[in-house]
Nanobody
Framework: QVQLVESGGGLVQAGGSLRLSCAAS????????MGWFRQAPGLEREFVAH????????SYADFVKGRFTISRDNTKNTVYLQMNSLKSEDTAVYYC?????????????WGQGTQVTVSS
């Protein structure tokens, strides 16, 4: 089992940047592929980005390609989401999640989320 805690959210102007972090407990972090998701008010939660166990493979939703970068540091049990060129439509609660499978597998573990608000 793994517990996840996100941080780094906040209020930023359009065009600005934020870096989200997700710290994982336990000594098996490298056993999990990690993902970032987001949920805006009134909308369903949507996939943002995925990184493999080693960090060597990443995948992104089309709406963040070229703007967001997912990475991980297995020595720090942490996954990151660097968000650049933020838009008002990026406003949402961002969640990190862990899966023992690969991209497209069910994410079994979720953090509590961190709010990102982009002002236009």
């Amino acid at each position: 089992q793994v517990q996840l805690v996100e941080s780094g959210g906040g209020l930023v102007q359009a065009g600005g940047s934020l870096r989200l972090s997700c710290a994982a407990s336990g000594r098996t972090f490298s056993s999990y592929a990690m993902g970032w998701f987001r949920q805006a008010p009134g909308l369903e939660r949507e996939f943002v980005a995925h990184v493999s166990r080693s960090g060597g493979y990443t995948s992104y939703a089309d709406f963040v390609k070229g703007r967001f970068t997912i990475s991980r540091d297995n020595t720090k049990n942490t996954v990151y989401l660097q968000m650049n060129s933020l838009k008002s439509e990026d406003t949402a609660v961002y969640y990190c999640a862990a899966t023992s499978g690969g991209l497209g597998s069910t994410y079994a573990y979720w953090g509590q989320g961190t709010q990102v608000t982009v002002s236009s």
